[in-house]
């Protein structure tokens, strides 16, 4: 026997494992997805706009399973506390374990301190997802914003993301008064 053993596969430690997925099979799963939502609703605001967007219903039941992944795998149990910090965690951490790099863009709305835009130029949800003439307001990316909307709350940032067309897709996130005010007693420290 040599003395360099290769380790059992009960061995190897599961906190890390294969996070790459084939974009045709994530693309045939996302659009039946969409479909099997299109098919439940009635009419186009039902699926994309709020209060019953489906494809956000969806995102959020990812997001909430991502904020446990997350904070096990990359910050060893260590969750934020400050606003900046939480959207700097999902505009890389996040949007890194979910599409294999960091978002586009982070703003601040001029006009409104509890509005941020995350901006995507080329969402990989919109990729491969044809939307028909006369319901081309559809934006998939409802189910991404779902996702952020859940990873933020669960984190104790309550927040709404919706998603927009706009320099592609823009998720506006508005954050509730108190997020802003425990952020502002925070730096008072």
């Avoid at 059992?8 to 099997?36: C, H, M, N, P, W």
């Avoid at 999902?90 to 374990?97: A, D, G």
């Avoid at 601040?108 to 130029?121: G, P, V």
Wanted: aromatic share 8%.
């Amino acid at each position: 026997m040599s003395s360099k053993q290769r380790p059992s596969i009960l061995d190897k430690s599961l906190s890390r494992g294969r996070t790459e997925v084939s974009v045709a099979a994530f693309a045939l799963l996302f659009s039946e997805l969409v479909q099997y939502s299109h098919n439940r609703v009635s009419s186009v605001n039902e699926l994309h706009n709020n209060p019953v967007n489906r494809l956000s219903e969806l995102g959020q039941r990812v997001g909430v399973r991502m904020v446990e992944i997350l904070f096990v795998r990359e910050r060893n149990y260590k969750r934020e506390t400050k606003l900046l910090n939480i959207l700097l965690f999902v505009k890389e951490t996040l949007w890194k374990s979910l599409f294999g790099k960091n978002a586009d863009k982070l703003d601040r709305a001029t006009d409104d301190e509890r509005t941020y835009y995350l901006i995507e130029k080329e969402p990989l949800i919109n990729k491969y997802i044809s939307v028909p003439r006369d319901k081309s307001s559809i934006n998939c990316a409802a189910f991404v914003a779902g996702i952020i909307e859940a990873v933020l709350n669960s984190t104790g940032f309550p927040a709404k993301v919706t998603a927009l067309w706009h320099k592609g897709t823009t998720f506006m996130i508005k954050f509730d008064d108190a997020v802003l005010a425990r952020d502002k007693q925070l730096e008072g420290r």
